[in-house]
């Protein structure tokens, strides 16, 4: 029975990831010698599963070594303490792991979702990766046929492993993305879906569209779904289907024209390092993106301030230095309250 067929085939076990995590701290621990390297040999000998559970373990162990660390951690402290941090982020490697991995059974059932301010890594059964970012929940469905995720909230990164003869696709309200072997973001707002691709070819539709045509889309700006692809007698939205090239960013709104950009992936992917990168954005939305990695919520007393322009990197979940930043920018003041961060005042002030 191949993989298709039993989607559940070939899981790791969370207390094998648990013992590769373990390994991992104490190869990188100041304790490590040749017993425990010897120890460690012995251990992936014991069984296949091992040493693909060190694998796996060795790879969210090197994804973690890059996320980006604030700025107060610069500070220096005393050689045990940064001991002890990498003993940690083994055993945080082990909570990645055994929610992305041993809970592979449960996504179908229940979906898996971060909190605010939180990420989070799953490595599929077939290898795909997908990033959370906060606030986000998807929920995985495979069969023999399609390999199927809905992103229910919030923002995701998909690393789709390669299958040619098992599609993968992307629910996200009434879009969804097609893809085969290739990398791509989707995030769903309240009112809005953008699919960012990264790298491959990936269709994007309406979940209503029947059509095989696959137009190519070039250039920038809004896009006409109709001058496409014409809807469909009988149905009560165009029948839209586009195919994306590499750096094209596909944003749907509800009500709205469907847009056509082509971002810096780097700032579209800055919430991976802990960073908001914001250009020339109106404060209004300055606010909702920020408010995004903290329960303690950006308020705008004044809305003429709201179309004030805000530009630069920012901490994700620092809403604090990012309220003082625009204050000292535009002369407004901060008030903390009931659980808030209020800018107060405004260009006439």
């Given amino acids: 029975m191949n993989s298709r067929e039993s989607p559940t085939e070939g899981l790791i076990p969370p ?16 304790e490590r010698g040749r017993a425990i390297e010897q120890g460690f040999k012995r251990w992936l000998q014991e069984d296949p599963l091992n040493a693909r559970a060190f694998e796996l373990a060795t790879e969210v162990w090197n994804d973690a070594a890059k996320l980006r660390i604030p700025s107060q951690a610069a500070v220096a402290r005393p050689q045990s303490a940064v001991r002890f941090k990498l003993t940690f982020a083994a055993l945080t490697a082990v909570a990645v792991l055994m929610v992305g991995i041993g809970v592979t059974l449960r996504l179908r059932e229940d979906g898996v979702g971060t909190a605010v301010g939180e990420q989070r890594l799953l490595t599929l059964e077939d290898g795909t990766q997908i990033y959370l970012n906060t606030s986000t929940r998807v929920v995985v469905s495979y069969d023999k046929t399609t390999r199927r995720v809905e992103l229910q ?55 209503l569209s029947t059509s095989s045509s696959l137009p190519v889309i070039a250039g920038e700006g809004s896009v006409d779904p109709a001058a ?12 839209e289907v586009f195919m994306m090239a590499p750096g094209q960013r596909l944003t749907f709104t ?32 300055a606010v909702v993106e920020m408010n995004r990695y903290n329960s303690v919520k950006l308020v705008i007393e004044d809305p003429q301030a709201s179309r004030l322009l805000v530009n630069g990197l920012f901490q994700a979940g ?32």
Avoid at 229 to 239: I, M
Avoid at 330 to 346: F, K, Q
Wanted: charged fraction near 25%; charge should be negative.
């Fill in 153 to 207: 909230a919030g923002e995701a990164i998909f690393h789709v492993a390669k299958k040619p003869d098992w599609p993968f696709v992307v629910t996200a309200g009434d879009r969804q993305v097609k893809a085969l072997g290739t990398s791509f973001i989707v995030r769903r707002d309240e009112q809005r879906v953008a699919v960012t691709l990264m790298e491959g070819k990936v269709v994007v539709s309406s979940v």
């Fill in 254 to 285: 509800a009500g709205g024209a469907t847009q056509l950009d082509t971002p810096s992936l780097d700032k579209t992917t800055a919430w991976r390092r802990g960073q908001v990168v914001l250009d020339d954005t109106p404060l209004s939305a």
């Fill in 318 to 349: 620092d809403s604090m230095s990012f309220a003082k930043a625009v204050a000292h920018t535009y002369g407004l003041s901060v008030i903390e309250r009931d659980g808030e961060i209020v800018l107060a005042g405004g260009p006439n002030h």
């Fill in 228 to 239: 496409h692809e014409p809807a469909a007698s009988g149905e009560a939205t165009p029948n």
């Fill in 15 to 30: 207390e094998r990831l648990a013992e590769a995590a373990v390994w991992i701290a104490r190869l990188h621990g100041e």
